[in-house]
């Protein structure tokens, strides 16, 4: 299969990225603890260990303690940084007082949002900021000086979206010279709204699909990397609690662990194989702080290069109950 998009830039080869929002404690403004810091570099050394090289982050993560302890981290280890790609996330604001919680793509808010986080990770520079969740305020004029004056002052050295439909990218893209190169999106196993868009047109099972048309091919079209956010549909399929599950998910989740099981790998690594296998690329980004979950998924690159037409539309069709065609 081709290379992703991050590798064909140069940028990473990191097939997955750990997802930092569940290091750094409490969604509160307490402080962190021993207890904090140590999930987070056991977290962080399980995904090194797995050949895991990009670190995920958001300025809001547990009010940016999850920056913040990353940051801990890597001032006790100087050389880390050079050996990984960092990104974070802004453009949320959470509910202050009388004020609302809303988005903000500012030009003042983009620049104060990547010096705080700068500031909590204690690095000269972000591989890639994204813009979180699209602000139906946006002025792209402000946008494109904010990735300006980030470029030219080092502190940003590329640039994406996260939730972003096609012609939301393509406006964005129009006033700005800096290339978009990341879209993040929900998919999953259980979310596969992605996929339905384009399998169920001139269907009446289609007319329920709320996934914005174009997004997939336009992001293939353009080189930019698609990273899924909630790979893993938080252990539906992998040891989670079911009381809730459907039975199709369940039966997918049966599937799943007999397939780890003749593979000799792991329901983790299947779930994440099956994205991958996707011809887009998809770099699945993992959002557990737990190491052993983390370790569990080293096998994923292996299972999307492996798995066959066959084994990648049996899980597709049970997780729904589609049948095809």
Not at 73 to 84: A, M, Q, T
Request: aromatic share 6%; with cysteine.
């Amino acid at each position: 299969m081709d290379r992703m998009p991050l590798e064909k830039r140069e940028i990473t080869n990191s097939r997955l990225v750990l997802g930092c929002m569940g290091l750094g404690g409490s969604w509160d403004k307490s402080p962190l603890s021993e207890k904090d810091e140590y999930i987070a570099e056991k977290a962080i050394d399980a995904a090194l260990s797995i050949g895991i090289s990009m670190f995920d982050h958001a300025d809001i993560y547990k009010m940016g303690k999850s920056e913040t302890v990353f940051g801990k981290i890597l001032k006790g280890r100087p050389d880390l940084r050079g050996k990984i790609t960092l990104q974070s996330k802004c453009g949320i604001h959470f509910p202050e007082g009388d004020l609302p919680g809303r988005y903000d793509f500012s030009r003042k808010h983009i620049l104060q949002s990547v010096d705080g986080i700068l500031s909590r990770l204690e690095t000269d520079y972000l591989d890639i900021l994204l813009l979180h969740r699209p602000d139906p305020l946006i002025e792209p004029e402000e946008v494109a000086e904010a990735f300006q004056t980030l470029k030219q002052s080092g502190k940003v050295r590329n640039f994406g979206v996260s939730n972003m439909t096609a012609a939301q990218i393509k406006f964005l893209q129009s006033y700005t010279s800096s290339p978009l190169i990341v879209n993040q999106l929900e998919m999953s196993l259980k979310r596969i709204d992605w996929l339905e868009q384009g399998v169920l047109v001139n269907q009446k099972a289609g007319t329920s699909i709320n996934f914005a048309d174009g997004i997939m091919e336009h992001c293939r079209l353009e080189d930019i990397q698609i990273q899924a956010w909630a790979p893993m549909a938080y252990g539906l399929y992998s040891g989670g609690p079911t009381d809730d599950a459907t039975q199709a998910e369940l039966k997918t989740k049966e599937l799943v662990q007999k397939m780890a099981g003749e593979k000799n790998s792991t329901a983790e690594a299947i779930i994440l194989g099956w994205l991958m296998r996707h011809p887009a690329r998809i770099q699945p980004v993992i959002g557990t702080s737990n190491a052993e979950r983390i370790t569990n998924c080293q096998d994923a690159a292996k299972i999307a290069d492996s798995m066959t037409r066959e084994e990648w539309y049996s899980l597709y069709v049970s997780t729904r109950g589609v049948k095809l065609p």
